[in-house]
Each structure stands twice: as structure tokens, then as C-alpha cells.
């Protein structure tokens, strides 16, 4: 069987023609009008995430930036200890003086002391210099003396710092709310409450802030110790003689004191030893004379006498003889 396709009128082509034109115009004109909406929105983002990237780029390289890859943003506290030699110490230091003030720093101590026989010249101070001046004045000290030792020494104090200021950022704001209560207190009990806390966090921030500033302090000036010594003592001067009689009695008064106080010294250590001599001879002397003390006589023996019997000692004895 066979089927015949009828075609399509004219008009109906037509009209679905231009009704698939028009919606193709229509969509076009939309997306046109999205598009161009759009454009301007991305455009100002684009431009604003470009202008935040050059800030954040600047603040980075900043030296007062918070960025934790750039090393100027890092606050450190550099002290350091040097030891110099120099022909003459006390110039030296007065140059250095010099130096350090020139270049915006200060001292804080400052100690001298000139060569005798015994010690060398020696001058001591401590000196406070910008941190980025530290290697110049080290390069001045150089130049001016030997430097015979040195030891630098780092601290990176920007965690410190980060959270002294997040501290100190959160007690302002719990003054600055203290002080709102105090505006809106109604009652007297209300406002000495406010007050009181209000007292105890601003005494809290103040502190804070001063250590902050102890901080920041120490970070723009850098504190080295430097002594300055001299190569070595001064050469033993003799004395003058002179034959006179007030030397001879100066000289016979210093023989005096010098025999006597010898000679008390040599009693006082042998003060010991001769009352333990003492009293062993002592003892020995009362030993020697027990042994020589005589002995008793012992009693004579009579013979016995008889009863009635003459005695032969008696005055008719005499007579019988």
C-alpha cells in the first residue's frame, strides 16, 4: 500500500518561522541584557580583588606590616656584647659616644677607669642605638679599635607584641561598654558597680599599654655592652731617694712597725703552743717532787720496864754511879 506525505502549507511554514525567529531574538536579547548586567559587577570585583591585591602586596612589604612572610614585618630585639682593645680606651669611648648620639641613639651607662701598675684602663657602657644602626656603629668600633670579641643575639618578640595589642584592643572595648553603663546607670548602686569595673580595667589597660611600650622600645633600639681596655699596665716608676733625716726617721718608724708587728704575730702563734708547754711542765715539776719528798720517820721501840724496878734514867741511877 502505498502512502502519499502531504506537504506543509505556505502559511504555516511561515508562521513557524517567524515565531522560532522571534523567540531566537528574544533570547538573544536577554542574555545580551544579562550578560551586560553582569559585566559591570564582575568588572568592579575584578578590579577591587586587583587593587586589595596591590594593598596587600604593599602592606606586606611594609616595615609596619603583620604579614608572617616578610621579614621587616618581624619585630625582633637584638642585644649583643663586644669586647675591644685600644691604645687608648678613654678616646676611643668618647668617639664612640660620638657615634652613637649622631646616629639617634643614647647611652645609658658609662663607666672609666685609668691604668695603674696592677689593672689596665678600662671603659665600660652600655649603648642604645636604632636597630637598623647596629651594624654601623660594630663597623665604627672597628675602625676606631681591634674588636677582640663579639656576640650578637636575636629575640623574636612579634608574638608577644600580637598579643599585647589583641589585649589591650579587647580592654578598650570593655572600657568604652563600662562607660556606656555608667551613661545609662539609673540607680546610685548600678553606677559605683560600673565605676569599680570601670576603674579595674582601665588600671589592667594602662599597664598593658606601658608594657607595649616597654616592648616596642626595645624593639626600635637595640642595647649593646661594650668595654674598651687597654693593652696592658702601666710600667712600675721608682721612687726617688733622698738621705735626709726625716727619711731616716720615716724609714727607721716603718723598720719599728714592721718588727713589732712580726714579732706580735709570731707571739700570737705561738701563744697556743707555750700554754700547752706550761702546763706539761707544770705537771711534770709536781711529778718530780712527790717523788722526792721523804719519807716519815718511823717511831723508836723502848724495852719494857718491870714493875717496882729501879729506873735506870732515874735520879738513884745518877747516884749508883
Request: with cysteine.
Amino acid at each position: 500500500m502505498t502512502t502519499t506525505r502531504r506537504r506543509p502549507r505556505p502559511s504555516t511554514l511561515t508562521w513557524a518561522s517567524a515565531v522560532m525567529l522571534v523567540g531566537l531574538l528574544l533570547a538573544g536579547c536577554s542574555a545580551s541584557a544579562e550578560s551586560g548586567d553582569q559585566a559591570p559587577a564582575g568588572g568592579v570585583a575584578a578590579d577591587t580583588d586587583g587593587g586589595g591585591s596591590d594593598k596587600g602586596a604593599q602592606d606586606e612589604s611594609a616595615p609596619g606590616g603583620t604579614s608572617g612572610t616578610s621579614n621587616e614585618a618581624r619585630l625582633v630585639v637584638q642585644t649583643g656584647t663586644v669586647w675591644v682593645e685600644s691604645e687608648d680606651p678613654i678616646a676611643t669611648a668618647r668617639a664612640l659616644v660620638a657615634h652613637v648620639e649622631g646616629a639617634g641613639g643614647r647611652i645609658d651607662s658609662r663607666s672609666e677607669q685609668a691604668a695603674s701598675e696592677t689593672e689596665v684602663a678600662v671603659s665600660s657602657m652600655t649603648v642604645r642605638v636604632p636597630a637598623d644602626k647596629v651594624s654601623s656603629t660594630i663597623d665604627k668600633l672597628k675602625q676606631l679599635a681591634q674588636v677582640t670579641s663579639m656576640d650578637l643575639q636575636v629575640e623574636d618578640v612579634t608574638d608577644a607584641a600580637q598579643d599585647l595589642d589583641a589585649r589591650i584592643h579587647a580592654l578598650e572595648l570593655s572600657v568604652e561598654r563600662m562607660e556606656t553603663l555608667m551613661e545609662g546607670a539609673t540607680s546610685t548602686r548600678e553606677l559605683l558597680e560600673a565605676e569599680t569595673a570601670l576603674s579595674s580595667r582601665q588600671a589592667e589597660l594602662e599597664s598593658l599599654q606601658s608594657e607595649r611600650a616597654r616592648l616596642q622600645g626595645r624593639v626600635s633600639l637595640s642595647t649593646l655592652e661594650v668595654t674598651i681596655s687597654g693593652p696592658g699596665t702601666l710600667e712600675p716608676q721608682e721612687e726617688e731617694q733622698s738621705d735626709t733625716f726625716l727619711s731616716g726617721l720615716e724609714a727607721g718608724w716603718e723598720a719599728l712597725v714592721t718588727t713589732i708587728s712580726v714579732t706580735l704575730v709570731v707571739l700570737g702563734a705561738l701563744l697556743p703552743w707555750l700554754v700547752v708547754a706550761g702546763l706539761v711542765a707544770l705537771v711534770v715539776v709536781a711529778v718530780r717532787r712527790r717523788r722526792r719528798r721523804p719519807a716519815p720517820p718511823a717511831p723508836e721501840e723502848r724495852e719494857p720496864v718491870a714493875v717496882g724496878a729501879p729506873d735506870p734514867s732515874g735520879p738513884n741511877a745518877s747516884r749508883e754511879g
